[in-house]
């Protein structure tokens, strides 16, 4: 059995039902279920005995011991956190309780818990936590990509949040032995992504004929990663990886924000053309730029690719094509995440209403 935190978000979800979809090993999901968890993702596991969904919080100390003392996991993979930049700007004090405080209460209860265990059982044990590239701050445009050993220059609450979950973890390794492995992932995307992230924004907003909104020039890259290839990294760190290891996960896809934004719109002008006859571009809009905003992050993934032999499945045209193509496909989806409290989010952090 596993316990995966954070199961009920993004890329937590997917690597639930990627989990369950390949193996028979049953998963213990604990999500806290905030605005960004969203159950019906995980809507075709409902009946499954495989897959046991408990509502609660990572920093409740008492609620992880019992599930660690009831359920005995093999291991851990730690999603949980909050994750998204614009909204630590706004508020830094969710980032700094859950990604900071949940991941120390989580770590003790996980020590606790190894310590005691058989010692075949104690040397089978890992506990994988997720994190990412933002941890190591901003690239200059002709700058090499971040490898492992690149310093850490957090530009954000977010990121820095994040930084400061990669250092516990790293010191628990380091002082108590824990069975940790971390891996820093580039930016993810695909299905059941929450509807403020660029590409789903974008995507749902285009629908709906809403403008999209680009910060600045729009010339902020990234690099891509699949969910999905996130997903099959992550389970073959967890086979092969070496303990107190990092490794960088990416998709080797560095684009500028502008870029991804065009792709979609021709995506969507060839799959779901307006009834107008004019391209979904007419739709962009530019927006003040966000505090601070980082101007490149890039992933280089040889290590992981060297050492454990994984490498991405999707391109970015692959990948972003079945992307467009799952939010078409899958509208009630789409409305019913779509909450009040979504919409109040989207006039705050961009200056018009929801239904503009």
């Known amino acids: 059995m596993i316990l995966v935190t954070g199961g009920a978000g993004f890329i937590g979800a997917n690597f639930v039902l990627d989990w369950l979809a390949q193996h028979d090993e049953p998963v213990i999901n604990l999500d806290k279920l ?4 969203n159950l019906e993702t995980l809507a075709s596991l409902q009946g499954d005995a495989r897959h ?11 609620l992880v011991t019992g599930l660690l003392t009831e359920h005995r996991p093999r291991t851990i993979v730690h999603f949980a956190a909050e994750s998204h930049v614009d909204r630590s700007i706004h508020g830094a004090e969710d980032f700094i309780q859950t990604n900071i405080v949940g991941t120390f209460r989580l770590l003790e209860a996980v020590r606790a818990h190894w310590s005691a265990l058989p010692d075949a059982e104690k040397q089978a044990f890992r506990l994988l936590h997720v994190s990412t590239d933002e941890v190591y701050g901003s690239l200059a445009p002709d700058a090499p990509a971040f490898t ?4 850490f220059e957090p530009n954000s609450p977010y990121s820095a949040s994040k930084a400061a979950s990669d250092h516990l973890v790293r010191a628990w390794h380091h002082t108590y032995g824990l069975p940790v492995v971390t891996t820093n992932c580039s930016n993810n995307y695909g299905p059941f992504h929450f509807p403020e992230k660029l590409i789903p924004l974008m995507i749902v907003n285009a629908l709906a004929g809403k403008p999209l909104p680009v910060y600045g020039d729009g010339m902020q890259v990234r690099d891509w990663l699949y969910v999905k290839d996130h997903c099959s990294a992550i389970r073959r760190v ?3 990886g070496s303990l107190g290891e990092t490794y960088n996960v990416g998709g080797w896809n560095e684009k500028p924000n502008i870029e991804i934004v065009h792709t979609i719109c ?5 799959l779901r053309p307006r009834a107008d006859g004019a391209s979904y571009t007419t739709q962009i809009t530019h927006v003040k730029d966000r505090p601070g905003h980082d101007r490149r992050y890039a ?16 391109t970015f045209d692959t990948g972003i094509r079945k992307t467009v193509q799952w939010y078409l496909d899958h509208p009630d989806w789409v409305a019913r995440v779509q909450s009040g409290a979504y919409r109040q989010w989207v006039q705050t952090q961009y200056g018009a209403p929801a239904t503009a």
């Not at 905030?34 to 968890?37: E, P, Q, R």
């Open 299 to 314: 992933i280089d993934a040889r290590k992981l690719e060297a050492e454990l032999g994984w490498k991405p499945a999707e």
């Open 238 to 240: 967890l086979e092969a």
């Open 34 to 37: 905030t605005y960004a968890g």
């Open 148 to 151: 492992e050993t690149h310093g």
């Open 266 to 270: 021709a995506l969507l002008d060839e």
């Open 52 to 62: 046991m969904f408990v509502q609660g919080d990572i920093a409740d100390s008492a």
